[in-house]
């Protein structure tokens, strides 16, 4: 019997109608024998709608967190009222529903006394969306006849206490796995799930980062030993580049675990960069389709590439981003520099996403996200003090509005050329190249240009991923 794990996003579950195409998708598999799980996010939209209202009530607003309350009871009564036959069933929905909206409430009305919005309140109102949208869907799929039972995350994922962006505990995770949910599919359920969020071993709730439903959706496909993983997203699959910079863009009919990590690490918006560690440890099939488009056969994720005419695959960048360098002629052959550079860092809460050295150890960069930037500066700044002062390091200096442009493709490991092809690039469209990195396992290339070569970039390189090499 095959057993499969379906993800479904924010636009999949916005409406209505489109959880009507959701629970067509999931009927079809579920009667043709297979074991389904369905892991859902909040309704399109609820996420911002509930971050916004969250610090609203910190800062007093009374008006806006009582708007979104209204807002959310009308928008998943709406949906019920659509899709089930009015009843117990609906009723019993509804009115879980309006205990969540006051729980909402609740919330917001202890924020607006202490106001202050802690990241432990915080995900508990953020978990609010999930938690919404799967009571509504499990009810919309009784209908038709399915077993459907809705689960709280809270009670299958564990995680550390790092709120906001917690840490998988896998060890606790795969025994509750084991505890709740295995028997449920045994049972014959079709578990209806809330991605996004875990708890910690108090029994505090978390979420997983933005756009965490998908990573919730591997960790259960993976603890379930699952011989499939489908997210259901609003496009075709993983696309050669961003179709809104070039409109030649196309879908890739496969790519490795590999080639899909660094094109999530690097911007790509189809699947949460953490997505693919637990399903690749399991050797599990993920595909990309779309919720709208059922017939298209999607993006396959696997463990190898499929072959393909171009050695580059796929273009991918992130705008908004800082460039630091430390430089000085003391720094050479002093260790620790860059540990130390890395340290100060993470103190800040920012993210490395490349780093580059000259191997005559005068200097390094790397590179953040702009809202971190300046403060990362001012970190390093106080960090190398003493050696700013003595002349061993000579500048800490911020590049501001620059952006990463990544080339992927497995093709490139061993063939030659392929750099000389991707900078020649660059150098006819009159493009400056400011710091380069490739990692040993030569999959991808990337660098940094000036954000207003962005676009120009982006189309440029993504005319080696569509002709043959």
């Known amino acids: 019997m095959q057993r499969i794990t379906m993800k479904f996003g924010g636009t999949s579950v916005g409406s209505a109608d489109a959880i009507r195409q959701v629970i067509d998708i999931l009927y079809t598999r579920f009667e043709s024998g297979s074991q389904v799980i369905a892991v859902v996010s909040a309704m399109a939209g609820v996420t911002d709608l509930l971050t916004t209202a969250a610090q609203a009530a910190a800062e007093g607003r009374r008006g806006v967190w009582q708007e979104t309350a209204r807002e959310l009871r009308q928008r998943h009564a709406e949906v019920l009222q659509a899709l089930v036959t009015e009843g117990a069933q609906r009723e019993i929905a509804q009115r879980e529903v309006d205990t969540l909206v006051a729980e909402f409430e609740d919330l917001c009305g202890a924020l607006a006394v202490v106001a202050e919005l802690t990241p432990r309140v915080h995900d508990l109102i953020l978990a609010l969306g999930e938690r919404l949208s799967s009571r509504v869907i499990a009810t919309a799929l009784c209908g038709p006849g399915v077993p459907a039972r809705q689960y709280d995350a809270t009670h299958l994922i564990v995680t550390d206490d790092q709120h906001q962006n917690a840490n998988v505990e896998f060890n606790r995770t795969q025994v509750c796995m084991d505890r709740v949910l295995l028997p449920a599919l045994e049972r014959g359920e079709l578990p209806v799930i809330t991605g996004f969020i875990g708890r910690t071993p108090e029994g505090a709730t978390t979420t997983l980062g933005r756009g965490g439903s998908d990573y919730s959706a591997a960790l259960i496909a993976a603890a379930c030993h699952c011989n499939e993983l489908i997210i259901w997203t609003d496009v075709d699959g993983v696309m050669t580049t961003d179709p809104r910079i070039d409109p030649r863009a196309r879908v890739l009919s496969q790519v490795s675990y590999q080639e899909v990590g660094e094109l999530a690490f690097y911007g790509a918006k189809v699947l949460h ?92 960069c790397f590179v953040v996200l702009d809202d971190r930037a300046h403060a990362v500066q001012h970190a390093l700044q106080g960090e190398f003090t003493d050696e700013i002062d003595h002349r061993l390091i000579e500048h800490v200096e911020l590049l501001e509005d620059v952006v990463i442009l990544t080339a992927v493709g497995s093709g490139m490991r061993g063939t030659p050329g392929i750099a000389g092809r991707v900078f020649t690039t660059m150098g006819a469209q009159a493009i400056n190249v400011v710091a380069i990195a490739q990692g040993a396992s030569e999959c991808s290339i990337s660098f940094v240009v000036d954000e207003a070569n962005h676009e120009k970039a982006v189309i440029a390189l993504h005319e080696l991923a569509l002709e043959p090499v």
């Open 273 to 364: 960069p953490r997505t693919v560690q637990p399903v690749q440890e399991r050797n599990i099939p993920l595909r990309v389709r779309n919720t709208f488009n059922p017939t298209h056969e999607g993006t396959l994720i696997a463990s190898q590439s499929a072959p393909s005419a171009t050695v580059i695959k796929a273009v991918t960048s992130v705008p908004h981003v800082g460039l630091l360098t430390v430089s000085g002629s003391g720094m050479m052959g002093v260790p620790g520099i860059a540990g130390r550079a890395f340290l100060a860092t993470a103190r800040v809460g920012a993210n490395i996403l490349m780093i580059s050295q000259a191997s005559s150890e005068q200097s390094f």
